[in-house]
């Protein structure tokens, strides 16, 4: 281990050529594969590993108690042994496929017919026939250059923001707000005392449930209630690992910033402010809205420093 960090450290070009090398070559790992495939390892490991250790690395990989039969050296390269690189997949591939199941469990999903392979993963015709195996029902579409599919549909996003009509989201959104407090309900240290009588704070106000499809520039707004004569009043927004979190103290529950409403002279303003919450591009937008002078607050929250 101390050997490969500073390998990293110090040798840069060698170091990502040996993540090339495998990217390569687990795109041709399969079944019927040959007995074993060759890796080339750079010049500068090897001296770096002998001026480290007492033996040679050929000698450290040929006197491997658990991988002498399994790896061997030629020259520049590693030749390893094909049923080790597929004990690679096996894990990951297991998961995937537990994955799939649970998913195709959803009510939303039931019934696909079609599988789209992207990234670098589904390239490896081992991933491609072990998918065909489990889900024969299911038709398997793996684009060309399926490694860059990700990239491209990021760069055509990013020019042409509607040309994804939805997104499903991965957490559950919302603001904190405050409710009539509930005896034998609601826990006693989430009780406030305000003018508008004995409430409950921190409660989770939902907009957007996490695996929720979302249309683009959806907003969904609720009536904000602020305390009696304030003109002022700040949203909370927050998000949530959890579908129906209770309050925004619960476990998984984040802050992603808040929004101050100074709504100033307009009187009677804390019984006409409506707050809402909309997805566009990689941004979630609050918009609170005052009816009586149609004065908009907004604030956006930047996903991409999430």
């Not at 490969?4 to 070559?25: H, Q």
């Not at 305000?194 to 907003?219: A, L, N, P, Q």
Request: charged content about 25%; hydrophobic content about 35%.
């Amino acid at each position: 281990e101390e050997v490969w960090m500073e390998f990293r450290a110090t040798n840069g070009g060698d170091y990502f050529d040996i993540f090339r090398e495998f990217e390569l070559k687990k795109r041709t790992v399969k079944a019927d594969m040959q007995p074993r495939i060759v890796v080339k390892v750079p010049m500068s490991l090897r001296n770096l590993y002998d001026s480290k250790n007492t033996e040679t690395f050929n000698d450290a990989v040929k006197n491997h108690e658990m991988y002498y039969q399994r790896i061997s050296t030629i020259s520049d390269k590693l030749k390893i042994d094909s049923e080790l690189v597929k004990g690679f997949f096996r894990d990951p591939l297991d998961k995937l496929i537990e994955h799939l199941q649970q998913v195709l469990m959803v009510p939303k999903v039931r019934g696909t017919k079609t599988f789209l392979l992207v990234g670098g993963f589904a390239e490896s015709p081992i991933v491609q026939d072990t998918l065909r195996g489990k889900f024969p029902h299911i038709k398997l579409i793996t684009p060309a250059d399926a490694g860059l599919t990700v990239l491209k549909g990021a760069v055509i996003f990013g020019h042409k923001p509607l040309s994804i009509g939805s997104r499903i989201s991965h957490l559950t959104f919302g603001i904190a707000i405050s409710k009539p407090f509930i005896d034998g309900h609601h826990p006693s240290e989430k009780k406030l005392c305000t003018s508008s009588g004995i409430m409950c704070r921190d409660i989770f106000h939902k907009y957007i449930e996490s695996d929720e499809s979302v249309e683009h520039g959806c907003m969904q707004t609720v009536p904000l209630t602020m305390d009696k004569g304030s003109t002022i009043s700040r949203v909370r927004v927050y998000s949530s690992s959890s579908k129906d979190p209770m309050f925004v103290t619960d476990e998984g529950c984040r802050q992603l910033g808040e929004m101050i409403i100074n709504v100033g002279s307009i009187e009677d303003a804390s019984n006409h402010v409506s707050v809402g919450l909309s997805f566009g591009k990689t941004e979630l937008t609050v918009e609170a809205r005052e009816k009586t002078s149609g004065q908009i607050f907004r604030a956006r929250f930047d996903f991409l420093n999430n």
